[in-house]
């Protein structure tokens, strides 16, 4: 690359930084004075405090077993 091509990314890599950078900072200022407000906006509502449930437990039903006298059974009571 020849020298003046140097200079002249560097000239345009300055004149960037002295544009892009009071953006960034000035974008952070907002967001922390944004945040600030919420925070105190949350607090003024008073946002209730966060449930404390307890996880529910799960009970098991007992499985019959089929056998030939429960299956006869069955069968008698769709008959009725």
């Not at 945040?35 to 209730?48: D, G, H, K, L, V």
Request: charged share 20%; hydrophobic share 35%; net charge negative.
């Amino acid at each position: 690359m020849k020298e003046s091509n140097h200079e002249m990314v560097n000239m345009v890599t300055q004149q960037i930084a002295t544009v892009i950078n009071p953006l960034i900072r000035d974008t952070n200022t907002s967001y922390q004075m944004l945040s600030a407000q919420m925070e105190r906006i949350a607090n003024y509502f008073c946002a209730p405090p966060a449930r404390n449930t307890p996880a529910s437990q799960e009970t098991t039903t007992p499985v019959e077993v089929l056998t030939e006298k429960n299956t006869d059974q069955m069968t008698e009571n769709r008959a009725l």
